[in-house]
């Protein structure tokens, strides 16, 4: 069986905890879409591990697999892998030969396109990771592919017709200098060496084929998205969205297992149980103003700062609206309900319930970033809860919970008609009310 993980939000809600937590029952986890610009934090025994493009649950030994719908930058790939021998583990990581390949010179136009774009406030807050250049090359056939590392033939090919395209664009439309980022020999050179180490330590796979046949054989596995609903190219706040799929049905397309095989499967929406996002765009819920200081506050508690970049992330109340939209997009069949600790102690605690728009009370997100930003928030409020002991909470179970936490997450699950698996009331893997495993289901 399969089951995929998907953020629900605007990312950052704890998704490698819950793959890491629900991994243990899986023998394979595939990340469908994104690439290094997709941070995930896992703590174990104390350890904590950050990786921004292995999957999370290489940390306990299982196989990751970076499917055809990532992009894949080959020097972070390689960097992580070592990174984590050297700390005494052996990652076993395969990457799908269709998966696309971020060059140098696509994070040098990530981050010059994005300058340009924040003149007209069009800019997404990208990492500068390369990550949406090298989407656009997918789309405009000009990519190079994991496999076409492999053939130096055709990776000379490849970056011939490309490279003199991107220094044009470069150096005639941005008036850029063009280094080594824009010669084709020294691209060659590098990236034919990534190739051959790909595949002398047997890591290229034809990602469709090697999951069915492990599912075939009886192992599960565990799908990972990247990214949150509303950061999808097609279903979140366009234009201030990444460059892929995070919604579940990309599962399918990203991995080459068929969509009834995904679909057969559990849709596990992880919650972070506020909001909170990096980049621009609207954000109704967002506490500023006289709120600052418990923006801050909350910012400082969940620890909302960016994985791979480090920039403090904008914090607001949980909005619903936001996640009965993503509940439809994906058809959840069970929730992750993440940092119920990071509340404690507050007086108060506010949700979005639903929004204002030209006079109309509506319960989902318009179609449009633009409208989306009209609306405003007709908020709930609930008692808050005591600060609580995590570990006992987790060892105790959900009744252990605070009366306004249990509260608090009944709503939750009554307005989106899905059950809460699980519940982080801290950041440890052993700080986790598991109430039901979804490969169990």
């Not at 809600?13 to 995930?40: C, M, S, T």
Request: aromatic share 8%; net charge negative; glycine share 14%.
């Amino acid at each position: 069986m399969t089951v995929t993980i998907v953020g629900s939000q605007l990312g950052d809600e704890g998704k490698g905890g819950v793959v890491d937590l629900f991994g243990d029952a899986a023998d394979v986890i595939a990340r469908y879409q994104g690439g290094d610009n997709a941070g995930h934090t896992v703590v174990v025994g104390g350890d904590e591990y950050k990786l921004s493009l292995v999957p999370s649950g290489a940390v306990r030994g299982k196989t990751g697999v970076l499917g055809n719908g990532c992009v894949v930058n080959p020097e972070t790939l390689f960097e992580e892998i070592d990174a984590l021998r050297e700390r005494g583990l052996d990652p076993d990581v395969r990457v799908a030969r269709r998966a696309h390949v971020i060059l140098p010179y696509h994070r040098v136009l990530d981050g010059i396109e994005e300058d340009v774009k924040s003149d007209a406030d069009l800019d997404a807050g990208t990492t500068g990771r390369g990550i949406g250049p090298t989407y656009e090359d997918k789309a405009g056939r000009r990519g190079v592919r994991v496999g076409d590392l492999l053939d130096p033939e055709v990776l000379r090919e490849r970056l011939e017709y490309a490279v003199p395209q991107k220094r044009a664009l470069y150096e005639d439309v941005y008036g850029g200098d063009a280094g080594e980022e824009f010669d084709v020999d020294a691209l060659f050179e590098q990236y034919r060496a990534y190739g051959e180490r790909i595949r002398n330590e047997g890591m290229d796979v034809n990602a469709g084929d090697y999951l069915a046949d492990r599912i075939d054989d009886g192992d599960t596995v565990m799908l990972e998205g990247a990214q949150g609903t509303s950061l999808d190219i097609d279903h979140g706040v366009y234009p201030y969205v990444t460059s892929s799929n995070p919604t579940a049905g990309y599962a399918a397309t990203g991995t080459g297992l068929g969509p009834t095989t995904v679909g057969q499967g559990e849709v596990v929406g992880v919650v972070k149980a506020y909001l909170s996002r990096v980049g621009t765009g609207p954000l109704p819920t967002e506490l500023t103003g006289d709120d600052e200081d418990l923006a801050e506050y909350i910012r400082e508690e969940g620890g909302e700062y960016g994985t791979v970049t480090g920039r403090p992330r904008r914090v607001g109340w949980l909005d619903l609206p936001m996640l009965r939209h993503a509940a439809r997009a994906n058809g959840f069949t069970g929730l992750a309900i993440n940092h119920l600790d990071v509340l404690a102690g507050l007086d108060e605690v506010k949700v979005g319930h639903a929004y204002e728009l030209d006079g109309d009370t509506i319960y989902s997100m318009p179609a449009t970033t633009e409208r989306w930003g009209d609306c405003e928030p007709v908020f709930r409020t609930f008692d808050g809860w005591p600060e609580f002991d995590p570990e006992a909470v987790a060892a105790e179970g959900y009744e252990a919970l605070p009366e306004q936490a249990r509260e608090y997450v009944e709503y939750v699950e009554s307005e989106l008609d899905t059950a809460a698996y699980a519940l982080g009331v801290g950041p440890g893997r052993e700080e986790t009310v598991v109430q039901q495993n979804p490969f169990e289901q």
